[in-house]
């Protein structure tokens, strides 16, 4: 799906993603599909991979329902 992708937001995206997967209150959880998504959201930003170990950018990309949202909010890394 990509060309030259950064190894260093590569493995933080993962981290991320499944930390995303295992949070407990997610309803929806973020399927491969959502992550491939995702990444094309952080490589279009020229999101720094440091900034996805404090924060997860454009996380509406990963999560589809308001209350996840929510959940990842009030569980924030």
Not at 53 to 76: C, M, W, Y
């Amino acid at each position: 799906h990509f060309q030259d992708l950064d190894d260093a937001l590569v493995s933080q995206a993962l981290e991320a993603f499944y930390w995303l997967r295992n949070l407990r209150d997610i309803e929806k959880k973020p399927s491969t599909s959502e992550l491939v998504d995702w990444l094309r959201a952080l490589v279009a930003g020229g999101v720094e991979p440091e900034r996805i170990s404090r924060e997860i950018p454009f996380a509406g990309v990963l999560l589809k329902k308001d209350k996840d949202l929510h959940t990842l909010a009030k569980n924030q890394r």
